[in-house]
């Protein structure tokens, strides 16, 4: 009721600046360097999947409100749920790890969905949220991108690339950010229901943040 007009995130962030995807892009990466000297090194890669996901996403999002600058024309949440997918009750609606939230209409967000990769090809969850959240606007309805997060314990991002064109599938393109990020995107045509007027296509931004696992003693 407070928000009835739905802007597309992408367009209403660049008005902002110009490539904002780099902007929120970079954001990640300078939280993932700020936590990985924190805190990565204290983790114990032995809890299991659900505890270290929302361990290092609560933490990661913390260290991106350190490196937003507070002008920005949204703000980050960690948590944030979206109620415009939601099935009817006692249904509970979608929550993304992380979203980045339009101050203007908090409808509208660019969410970040995160998973846990023990190796390089363990990624049924992964494609599972590309496949059946991401592509079928359950995820992300008002913006035409979004982000995957793998927080990689052993093995290559290279690998994980491989395999992320190989099961979608899709074609990976480089992202442009300096040498050195593991990040590639995504483009593909969303299923967009009758009557709703989402983004039909869609680019999922792939970042694969590597986390000291089973090799550290």
């Known amino acids: 009721m407070r928000w009835p007009a739905t802007p597309n995130f ?6 902002w600046q110009k490539e904002a995807s780099i902007i929120l892009s970079s954001f990640i990466w300078e939280a993932y360097d700020l936590l990985k000297i924190e805190v990565l090194d204290q983790i114990n890669s032995e ?9 290092v996403t609560q933490l990661l999002e913390a ?5 937003m600058s507070g002008d920005e024309p949204f703000y980050v949440q960690h948590g944030a749920y979206e109620y415009e997918t939601r099935k009817g009750a ?6 993304y790890d992380i979203a980045f939230v339009l101050n203007d209409n908090a409808r509208v967000m660019w969410p970040c969905e995160a998973k846990v990769l023990r190796t390089d090809g363990s990624l049924a969850e992964y494609i599972h949220d590309i496949q059946d959240e991401f592509l079928t606007c359950r995820y992300a309805p008002f913006s035409s991108e979004g982000a995957m997060l793998g927080y990689l314990f052993s093995g290559s991002p290279t690998t994980v690339f491989d395999n992320i064109e190989k099961k979608v599938p899709c074609k990976l393109s480089p992202f442009s950010l300096p040498p050195g990020r593991a990040q590639k995107y995504s483009d593909h045509i969303r299923m967009v229901r009758i009557g709703k007027a989402y983004p039909a296509h869609f680019r999922c931004q792939h970042l694969i943040l590597q986390i000291p696992g089973e090799e550290r003693n």
């Open 10 to 15: 992408t367009a209403i962030a660049d008005e």
């Open 47 to 55: 809890q299991n999947e659900a505890e270290l996901e929302r361990c």
């Open 63 to 67: 260290r991106i409100q350190r490196v």
């Open 90 to 95: 006692p249904a509970q609606p979608p929550e």
